[in-house]
């Protein structure tokens, strides 16, 4: 089984100052990962995404990612953030399961609150 | 421009009332998904569709139907026989290769009156 851990579900930063959002996942086979972004009352859209190759990925938004294997994490990260960044951040891994089907998991979600 | 058209935005529903939630994808996306969305317990699969005329049980399927009858469209009915169906309910379409990730409809915000 596989499962994902956002280790925090509200995080305050102010304008222009850099963000991180922690994730952590767990899958006995090789993996998939994304962050998506939710507005309020919106669908989710994909931010990035780590298939293979390098493991920083840089997505939309100016934000992005470093898969990590040994520690099992797929942090997200921007450096300067700004007021319309202000909304909540899934991380997602997609594995294979026993069914031979590409299951996928999101964390539940991590809140990014701006302040001016 | 391509894209997934959920319907309608927002949705009431008395206790006891079968109520359908469209989903129209013009991506050619095989595969469809819905997901439910609960505060504190970000998104969980109810139901899948690979192909046409074949969709399989996701891990909250209880209380839901669907059918597939085409590529375009994946329609989730929320029976009577789901408790507490108060919720946001996320339609997604991927090709069959996870490589591209989710495109998301904008959403169904189901609330029981």
């Known amino acids: 089984a596989q499962s994902v851990t956002q280790l925090d579900s509200q995080v305050p930063v102010f304008e222009e100052a850099p963000v991180e959002l922690r994730c952590n996942y767990s899958?006995?086979?090789?993996?998939?990962l994304f962050w998506y972004v939710q507005y309020p009352n919106q669908g989710l859209q994909l931010l990035l995404k780590?298939?293979?190759?390098?493991?920083l990925v840089k997505g939309i938004n100016g934000f992005e990612a470093e898969f990590n294997k040994s520690q099992t994490s797929f942090h997200l990260r921007k450096p300067s953030v700004h007021i319309s960044d202000t909304a909540e951040y899934f991380c997602?891994?997609?594995?294979?399961?026993?069914?031979?089907?590409?299951?996928?998991?999101f964390g539940i979600g991590t809140k990014l609150q701006v302040i001016p | 421009d391509g894209g997934i058209t959920q319907s309608p935005k927002y949705l009431f529903r008395k206790e006891g009332q079968n109520v359908t939630l469209s989903c129209e994808q013009n991506?050619?996306?095989?595969?469809m998904y819905w997901y439910r969305q609960d505060p504190g317990q970000g998104l969980r699969l109810i139901y899948y569709?690979?192909?046409?005329?074949?969709?399989q049980k996701g891990d909250i399927a209880e209380g839901y139907s669907v059918s597939r009858e085409k590529k375009e469209s994946f329609p989730l009915t929320v029976t009577s026989a789901q408790k507490n169906p108060t919720a946001f309910y996320l339609c997604?379409?991927?090709?069959?290769?996870?490589?591209?990730?989710?495109?998301f409809g904008s959403g169904t915000r189901l609330t029981v009156v």
């Open positions: 997604a379409s991927r090709v069959q290769s996870p490589l591209g990730g989710y495109t």
């Open positions: 899958s006995s086979v090789s993996v998939y």
């Open positions: 780590y298939l293979s190759g390098s493991t």
């Open positions: 997602a891994v997609s594995a294979m399961n026993s069914g031979g089907y590409q299951k996928v998991t």
């Open positions: 991506l050619n996306h095989d595969a």
């Open positions: 569709s690979q192909i046409v005329n074949d969709f």
